[in-house]
């Protein structure tokens, strides 16, 4: 589950991370109110007016404005609440402002880059620091690596005050501002564990010109099966930064995640569903959607893994991969047979079926008054789906 900046601002600050403070603004009417609440409240004469969406980049779309001053701060504020923000994260279709952060301004020395996240290789956490803090981290990683010190944490254990040193050291800071990062390094992890955080990252982290060390931005995001742990977290989330096709899915316990193309896929198993979306790059089509309906499907579950599915308009067939291991086929059939009778469908749906009642599941299929394309194996059902989408 992803949060906003000034949400994750709001936990960092009570792990004792100095960050860059301010208040939100969802109506352009208490605009001047809330500029002069952050004058006065942090002691500033300049302002720094940020878009609150779910995608990083929002500096390069026009959605983070410094602000030298009341009046600008004012105009930035009306241009940017309800603004259709495009960063490279949102695509061309952008995303629709609806909330806005204004913090105080800080005089900028020197900016870093801090996140935590899980190696999965090696699984263990990882903590990872760079000099070039404010830039596009992935392309740090690819031409400049030396540049990122990592330290792998074991899982039992936090971050020593040894790890957080060598990482201070590896910013090249001097004594005074090596002991308040290793201080924030060592909340940084504290506040990664305890959250169930799948990813920490602060970029930048700044050195301000009073050699203070301040998060300037923050970005958090977390494991959504821990979430029955973390209440106030879950109250923070924001529906109208997510899809709303997955959000219905998720009502019904569905694995649901929108993408680009237009082939619809229900499968049953994540690892068998990235699997089928694979061969049908490999055989020349476009997944539309990556959709796990569970080791448990039922008639119920594939006629609502179709209602979602058709609910996106590129689709212009369905494949359906399930094998049958603790599923039963035959009720996958008959779930099918109810789906397409009762939703009416109109694009060619594929099945592939295999595993427990396989045998019973397509005698189902081809005594009943559906048109369902069979197919004998995944390439087949691959190669069959994808011809039906050019034709």
């Known amino acids: 589950m992803k949060i906003h900046e000034y949400q994750a601002k709001s936990i960092l600050k009570k792990y004792n991370i100095p960050i860059q403070d301010g208040y939100t603004l969802n109506n352009i009417q208490d605009a001047k109110e809330t500029i002069l609440k952050v004058k006065n409240d942090f002691s500033t004469d300049d302002f720094v007016v940020k878009a ?14 410094y602000s030298p001053d009341f009046d600008t701060a004012y105009e930035n504020a009306k241009n940017i609440l309800g603004m259709n923000l495009v960063t490279p994260q949102t695509g061309e279709r952008g995303k629709l402002v609806n909330t806005i952060y204004i913090t105080e301004a800080f005089n900028i020395k020197k900016e870093y880059y801090v996140a935590i996240t899980l190696d999965r290789e090696r ?8 000099t070039e803090g404010g830039v596009n981290i992935e392309e740090v ?5 030396e540049k990122i010190t990592k330290i792998w944490i074991e899982p039992l254990e936090n971050l020593s005050n040894e790890d957080a040193e060598k990482l201070a ?8 501002l090596k002991n308040q990062s290793k201080e924030i390094f060592i909340n940084l992890y504290k506040c990664y564990k305890e959250m169930d955080c799948t990813i920490l990252e602060v970029n930048p982290l700044i050195k301000s010109d009073n050699d203070k060390i301040i998060a300037l931005d923050a970005k958090l995001n977390f494991d959504s099966n821990a ?8 109250s923070m989330r924001d529906l109208s930064e997510e899809d709303s096709m997955e959000i219905e899915a998720n009502k019904f316990n569905l694995n649901y995640i929108k993408l680009d193309g237009n082939v619809g896929c229900m499968v049953n198993g994540a690892g068998l569903a990235m699997a089928t979306m694979d061969i049908i790059k490999l055989t020349g089509g476009e997944p539309a959607n990556f959709l796990d ?17 058709l609910k996106d308009k590129n689709v212009k067939a369905v494949l ?17 047979v109810e789906a397409v009778n009762e939703l009416g469908l109109k694009v060619p749906v594929v099945v592939r079926l295999e595993g427990t009642n396989a045998i019973k599941a ?9 048109k369902i394309i069979p197919a004998n194996d995944l390439k087949d059902a691959a190669k069959k789906v994808v011809k039906e989408v050019i034709k």
Do not use: W, Y
Request: positive net charge; charged residues 30%; hydrophobic residues 40%.
């Open 52 to 65: 609150q969406i779910h995608a990083g980049g929002r500096g390069k779309g026009g959605g983070v404005k």
């Open 123 to 130: 699984k263990k956490d990882v903590f990872m620091v760079s």
């Open 141 to 145: 990683a690819k031409n400049t690596p």
């Open 169 to 176: 050291d590896s910013l090249k800071f001097d004594k005074e």
């Open 227 to 234: 979430l029955f742990r973390h209440e106030d977290i879950l």
């Open 293 to 309: 309906v569970g080791g448990a499907a039922n008639a119920d579950t594939i006629k609502n893994g179709f209602k979602i599915i």
């Open 320 to 336: 359906i991969n399930i094998f049958g291991g603790i599923v039963r086929c035959d009720r996958v059939a008959n779930g099918v």
């Open 362 to 370: 397509k005698d189902i299929l081809s005594k009943s008054n559906v």
